[in-house]
């Protein structure tokens, strides 16, 4: 990214929030490198909430009086409206958000609009910021997640008698209700919604009152601070509170996560819709064609899937090591948090919605599934636990069960193919009643214990499931700062 973003302008009067001490200003090199109003722009809304929390605590201080404390207020909620309509815009002199918004406050109040700046710095303000943005966004994130495991969970519900292919090494293994494997991909996802709530939970601490790593010797109050910005509780230690990015790492960990859940999630849409599976067709709004082959029809949403855990992934991995090795307490090299949090938040609400429309819209093709079930002896375990009905060890009834797929595979035919006699033949335990367990519904129907892929536990675990989407929908609907 260039040192420009757009919808940055022009101006000639530079307010730095720094420079009493220097002869001249920042070389051109310097400030094109250090400048991160491009991208942290987005932080302006939490900044600006941040900014009343301390004018207020200014107030009570006696810093500000009730008239001065009444007019920064007012200022701030202009520059707020101002901002979001785009009427306020950072201009390429500004360094960061933080110095655009108090170039936007001392255009409105003069000189005291440079009072709020008291008692506190950039150190615990982008902190705050960043806390603020993320939080909030977690829950962006988590609506979107909870429409894709709806679309799952949809799909599962029409097909928990859907007979599959379980596999494992991408081999015919065993039969399996489709139902039980779209949810197979829900579980994962509510997994990462009870990871970002717990995120949530470590997260909702507030840096602002550490100033520049020290505190302040001002008598502010951090936990009206933390209270008014929605935060549980102030930091405990300031020069932590203003060097710990865990906060960025341990949400680009679990949006890492939740980017291979949806890469092993596209892996398979993209194996199901080829003309060699064809379990599924997508509807033809999220499916893509190609500019020179009229036939064709491509999953590139899945592959997108597949393709942005990329991104996601590299995300951590670029916070992790800028992090490594950094002396306590704020160093600049932790301005590189923000691009890789903010793409992963980017990233995840362009996805996730595409990924949820491509699910919810896609025809299962039942009776390709069906045929495909019992294919490549995947019934062989049923014969196999049947010899242990029987009170055969399990150890010989796999040698028997082999000699018979052995058998079946040299004569090209099925396991329920063999005569009567092949069966006597292999062993004396095996006769025409081991045909009972040779169905795919059989072999469903028996497999009844909880969490397994028989019709019974696989409508609890989707009873199951609804009612837990239903409790994370709640969660992901609340306001992070209470207004
Ligand atoms: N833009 C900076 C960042 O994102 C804000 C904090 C700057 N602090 C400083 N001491 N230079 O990290």
Redesign the pocket.
Known sequence: MNGRGEGVSESDEPTRL?GGRFAGGPAEALARL?V??QF?WRLAPYDLLASRAHARVLANAGLLDADELGRILAALDDLASACAAGEFRPTIED????TALERGLLERLGTLGGKLRAGR???D??ATD?RLYLRDHARGVAVALIELADALTEQAARNVDTPAPGMTHVQHAQPVSFGHWLLAHVQPLLRDLERLRDWDTRTAISPLGSG?LAGSSLPLDPAAVAKELGFTAPAANSMDAVADRDFVAEFLFVTALIGVHLSRLGEEVVLWTSTEFGWVELDDAFATGSSIMPQKKNADIAELARGKSGRLVGGLVAVLTMLKGLPLT?D?D?????EPAFDAVDTLELLLPALAGMISTMTVRVDRLAAAAPVGFSLATEVADWLVRKGVPFREAHEITGKLVALCSARECELEDVTDDDLKTISEHLDPSVREVLSVSSALAARTTPGSTGPGPVADQLATVQHKLDNWRQWAVEKVVPR
């Not at 360094?95 to 933080?98: F, G, M, P, T, W």
């Not at 932790?334 to 923000?338: G, L, N, P, S, T």
Request: aromatic share 8%; no cysteine; charged share 35%.
């Open positions: 720094w250090s991160s109003v942290d360094e960061d958000v933080h710095s950039r150190n303000q982008v960043l520049a704020y600049r932790m301005q590189e948090d923000k």
